[in-house]
C-alpha cells in the first residue's frame, strides 16, 4: 500500500472549492513554444491543464511531453491518456514515465476511432477499455504493483479522472456507465460540452438518485461558440453532441461581428446556471485554438481569483 501526495487539482476539490480546468491541444509539429505559448495566456485562471492525446486521432505532439513542458512551467498538467493506440504495456510504461516527473492527474479515454483522424488505415490496439485503464491506475497506485503482479519502484500518485458525455444515445444508460466507472475507482469526471442544460440536468438528477455525485468529483464541461456556423457544425457533425436549436438560432440572430461576444455570453450564463446545480463540483473550459478566453470566461463566471491550496 502507497502514500498518497493530493495533486493541486485534489486539494482544490477536497476543500470544496469549485475547481477550473482547461485544456491546450499539442502542436502538429515539436515546438513547446506552442503549448508554452497557450499555458501562459490561461496559468493563472485555471486549477489545472489538461494536455489532449491525438484528439480526434490526428497526430500531434504527444501528451506526456507536453504535460512535462508544463510541470518544467510550475503548472497542474493532467495527462490524458487514449486506449487507442497502446497496449497494456505501453499504457503502464507511459504512467511510469508520468510519473516520474511528479505529474499527478490522469484521464483516462478510450480515444476517437482512427477513421477521423489523418491516418485512417492506422490500426486500433484497443487491448484495454478506459474503464480498465481506470482500474490500473488505481492498482498501480494504490497497491503499488503492475498488473502482471510485481512490484513497482516509486509508484505514481495519480488523481485518476475519466470523461462522462450525457448526451450520447441511449440516454438511459448514462448513469449506470458512469456508476461503473466510478465502480473502477475514477475520482473526478470531466463532462461533455454541455450545451442542453434542461438534458444535463436530468442526467445529474439521476446521478444524485444513486448517490453518485457523493462518490465522485463532477466537472461540467463547457465550449464557447465561435460562429453561428460552429454552433450548427457541432450539432450536426460531433457525434454525442446536443446543441438546441435555440442556441443555434440565437447565434445566427446576432451580426457575424458579434458572434464570438455571444459566445462567450452563452457559456458564462450556462456555468451561472450550472453552479446552482447540486453535485457540480466545477468546470472544464474547452476553448479549442481560442485559449486567449479563458481569463474572461472565468472572471465572468466569478470564479477568480483561484484559490491558494
Known amino acids: 500500500m502507497t502514500v498518497k501526495t493530493p495533486s493541486k487539482l485534489e486539494k482544490i476539490l477536497a476543500a470544496g472549492h469549485l475547481a477550473v480546468t482547461s485544456e491546450c491541444g499539442p502542436p502538429r509539429g515539436s515546438d513547446l513554444e506552442v503549448i508554452t505559448k497557450k499555458a501562459d495566456m490561461i496559468k493563472d485562471f485555471v486549477d489545472a491543464i489538461n494536455i489532449t492525446d491525438n484528439q480526434t486521432s490526428v497526430t500531434r505532439m504527444c501528451s506526456l511531453a507536453a504535460c512535462i513542458q508544463l510541470k518544467l512551467m510550475g503548472l497542474e498538467p493532467i495527462l490524458q491518456m487514449v486506449t487507442r ?16 516527473f511528479d505529474i499527478n ?26 474503464m480498465q485503464l481506470i482500474q ?10 503492475f498488473i502482471g503482479g510485481d512490484d513497482i519502484a516509486r509508484p505514481p500518485k495519480m488523481f485518476v479522472g475519466a470523461a462522462a458525455n450525457p448526451f450520447a444515445d441511449p440516454f438511459e444508460i448514462r448513469v449506470p456507465r458512469l456508476a461503473k466507472k466510478i465502480e473502477a475507482g ?26 453518485l455525485n457523493k462518490k465522485v468529483h463532477i466537472l461540467a464541461g463547457v465550449t464557447p461558440f465561435k460562429s453561428a456556423g460552429m454552433a450548427k457544425y457541432m450539432k450536426n457533425r460531433v457525434p454525442g453532441m446536443d446543441v438546441p436549436d435555440e442556441l443555434i438560432k440565437r447565434m445566427a440572430d446576432t451580426p457575424k461581428e458579434k458572434q464570438p461576444e455571444e459566445g462567450i455570453n452563452i457559456c458564462v450564463e450556462s456555468m451561472e446556471r450550472l453552479k446552482e446545480i447540486e453535485g457540480v463540483r466545477g468546470f472544464h473550459i474547452m476553448a479549442i485554438e481560442w485559449e486567449e478566453k479563458v481569463p474572461e470566461i472565468v472572471e465572468r463566471a466569478g470564479l477568480y481569483p483561484r484559490p491558494n491550496v
Open 105 to 130: 492527474n490522469i484521464l483516462c479515454l478510450s480515444g476517437d476511432h482512427q477513421s477521423f483522424g489523418d491516418c485512417a488505415q492506422g490500426q486500433n490496439v484497443h487491448d484495454i477499455d478506459s
Open 85 to 100: 493506440d497502446r497496449n497494456r504495456i505501453a499504457l503502464q510504461s507511459d504512467i511510469l514515465g508520468a510519473a516520474s
Open 186 to 211: 475514477v475520482e473526478f469526471i470531466q463532462t461533455q460540452c454541455i450545451y442542453n442544460l434542461d438534458k444535463f440536468e436530468e442526467w445529474m438528477k439521476l446521478a444524485r438518485e444513486r448517490g
Open 136 to 145: 490500473i491506475v488505481r492498482y498501480m497506485r494504490d497497491e503499488g504493483k
